[in-house]
């Protein structure tokens, strides 16, 4: 019989190696074997947990003589037990038949039993200390400081929590009405303060993609940052291009915002396509003719020059850790780098080929140095006929390292880290 330590010491393992999602591992496992789907719950919580906590764990088996640490299958069973020994409540039944095949001895995995994590980190000082309470890579912290956040220890916590989640609505949906149906079914919203359109899922996020007025395209799910990206643009009566589309929540907004049409390209056709793609939810919000599809590098435009452009380019997506923990578990320095590198290349594209008047929105769903102030930075030095445009948005921090910018922050604001700038050519 197998147990659900040893699903999730699976899951951790895959999806590391492959560098894609626990979720997509998940699913996969759970097709092929759907007489375990009883064991889901449990499952989720330790991937998760493990996810959230892998730097602590390696470090608290280390102290007991364990070690090096690893991604295979079997260190990350071990990191299971140790997270239920630190975190849970251990079963002596499973620990017994676990343990061996961790590589561990049982009576160790017992000496790991409630203890604080506080004191698992207490041999360390300064930013090790904090890499390893938080399991976060020492360069992510080092780019975060370069970035100017100051509160780091709460914005890591919040990083490592589960988010709060949102709804945007279609602007002909009485909002009322929708709260009212979405209780029924077991669903809580309340009005956010700050955008007209999104709503705060308040109970009930798990069923949020199951109810009636979702599958008929009443509202998407999206996080409040990543709206504000569109509000940001202003599309209406515009022409607008989404170079880095991926699965069309930011072109579908636009859409809903007032564009005349949208061009949403993407160099990867899979984006557009499967269960989370993007003809997927524009079939879904009835959007099939407000927004074309086009697959394209948006290092060489697909479209003529246009007045709103939105570059919402790959990242290294530390920004939405809150739902996809594991990604930190391979991210290294070298990833940001390079993304860096292809946004500004994005950037700059889109400035050259915007028409005059444009406006540029570049955002990312990251709070690194390099791939936000950096990239704008350096696109404005490059090209003299573009200039930061300094707006007021409705809520955010301005960026310490470029005036006029944006970065929104979990802990601050209750939505993904964001940066956004927005430009406007000459």
């Not at 393992?13 to 009883?38: G, I, W």
């Not at 899979?270 to 407000?290: D, I, P, S």
């Amino acid at each position: 019989m197998v147990l659900p330590e040893e699903i999730a010491a699976y899951i951790l393992a895959v999806a590391v190696r492959d560098k894609t999602s626990m979720r997509s591992v998940a699913e996969e496992f759970f097709s092929r074997h759907p007489e375990l789907d009883y064991m889901k719950p449990v499952v989720r919580v330790l991937t998760l947990g493990v996810a959230r906590n892998y730097l602590l764990l390696d470090h608290a088996l280390r102290k007991l003589g364990y070690g090096p640490p690893s991604h295979a299958r079997r260190w990350m069973l071990a990191r299971v037990l140790a997270y239920e020994a630190v975190f849970g409540k251990l079963k002596r039944s499973r620990v017994e038949k676990l343990a061996p095949k961790a590589g561990l001895r049982v009576e160790d995995v017992y000496k790991l039993r409630g203890a604080d994590p506080d004191d698992i980190v207490s041999d360390l000082r300064g930013l090790d200390k904090l890499s390893v309470r938080y399991s976060f890579p020492r360069w992510i912290l080092e780019e975060l400081l370069t970035a100017g956040v100051h509160d780091l220890d709460k914005l890591l916590e919040a990083l490592n929590s589960d988010p709060t989640r949102y709804i945007r609505v279609a602007p002909w949906v009485d909002r009322r009405r929708l709260a009212r149906e979405l209780r029924e079914e077991g669903v809580v919203v309340e009005p956010d303060p700050h955008l007209p359109d999104v709503m705060v899922i308040v109970e009930g996020a798990e069923r949020a993609a199951k109810t009636r007025a979702y599958s008929e395209g009443l509202y998407t799910i999206q996080d409040k940052a990543s709206a504000l990206v569109s509000h940001l643009l202003s599309p209406r009566g515009e022409v607008a291009a989404d170079y880095t589309a991926g699965a069309a929540v930011k072109a579908s907004h636009m859409a809903w915002l007032g564009a005349r049409y949208v061009v949403a390209s993407d160099v990867k056709p899979l984006r557009f396509t499967g269960r989370y793609g993007a003809r997927g939810l524009l079939q879904r919000l009835r959007l099939g003719h407000m927004v074309e599809l086009v697959v394209a590098d948006g290092r060489r435009p697909a479209t003529r020059p246009l007045r709103r452009i939105l570059v919402d380019p790959p990242c290294t997506d530390i920004g939405r850790l809150q739902y996809e923990p594991e990604v930190k578990m391979w991210l290294t320095r070298g990833d940001a780098k390079m993304y860096s590198r292809i946004q500004r290349q994005l950037l700059d594209a889109a400035v050259r080929n915007a028409a005059p008047g444009a406006r540029i929105v570049y955002s990312v769903c990251t709070l690194t140095y390099s791939e936000a102030e950096r990239v704008v930075k350096r696109v404005l030095r490059d090209n003299s006929d573009v200039e930061l445009v300094k707006v007021k948005p409705p809520f955010g921090d301005p960026s310490p390292k470029l005036p006029g910018a944006i970065r929104t922050y979990p802990h601050r604001h209750r939505t993904q880290g964001f940066f956004i700038a927005v430009l406007e050519k000459g």
